[in-house]
Structures are given as C-alpha cells and as structure tokens.
C-alpha cells in the first residue's frame, strides 16, 4: 500500500518561497509517477508538477520558471521547491504517485494521494 505524507506548507507574503516535501513509503521494485497537485475551494484539483521514474519533469504553465520537483536517490521523498510566489499560488498542495510512466498532470491518472499541506501567499 502506497502511503504519502505532505508536509513544509505555510504562509509566505507574495515574492517569497517555499519547499514542500512529501514522504513516500513505495513498493521499490515498481516504478511510479509522482507528483505534486493542487486545488483550492471550488475548483477542481489540478496538476502543478510531476517526475517520471527515470526523472523526465513536466510542469503545469503556470509554475514553469519559478518551481522545480525532484526527488532523493531513494525515491522515498518527493520535494517542490516553490519561488517566486503569487497569491494565485495559495491552495491546498497534495502528493500523488502512481505505477507506470508518463501519466502527466492529470489527476485522474494517480490512484494514491496524501493528506495535503496548505500554502496560502499574501500580496
């Protein structure tokens, strides 16, 4: 059973960063898709960033530039280091992972999913 836990949100004035980290207990003999998401109150979840299992990157249009996901040698840790922050930033973050490659930034595709860690950023 994939298990996930956020943590490193919190409460940053706009121009400010943050780095989320998410703690993965994974089966280590499959590979996964992992990534990180985001919603807020009456929208839908959506995708930010996501690693593939040999690396690949793919980030939503909105972060490029300003975030960066990436993961420890283990594999057992996930992290977004988040610059540059906007108010439109602000949303509750959520870790996913999944088995296979390249299920990309829709929601949808990820079965298992952590509790969240909220950021909420101030102009």
């Known amino acids: 059973e994939v298990q996930l836990v956020e943590s490193g949100g919190g409460s940053v004035q706009a121009g400010g960063s943050l780095k989320l980290s998410c703690a993965a207990s994974?089966?280590?003999?499959?590979?996964?898709?992992m990534g990180w998401f985001r919603q807020t109150p009456g929208k839908e979840r959506e995708g930010v960033a996501v690693v593939e299992s040999d690396g690949t990157a793919t980030y939503a249009d909105s972060v490029k530039g300003r975030f960066t996901i990436s993961q420890d040698n283990t594999k057992e840790h996930l992290y977004l280091e988040m610059n540059n922050l906007k108010p439109e930033d602000s949303a509750m973050y959520y870790c996913?992972?999944?088995?296979?490659w390249g299920l990309g930034l829709a929601p949808s595709e990820y079965k298992s999913w952590g509790q969240g860690t909220q950021v909420t950023v101030s102009s």
């Open positions: 994974l089966d280590p003999w499959v590979s996964y898709s």
């Open positions: 996913a992972a999944d088995r296979g």
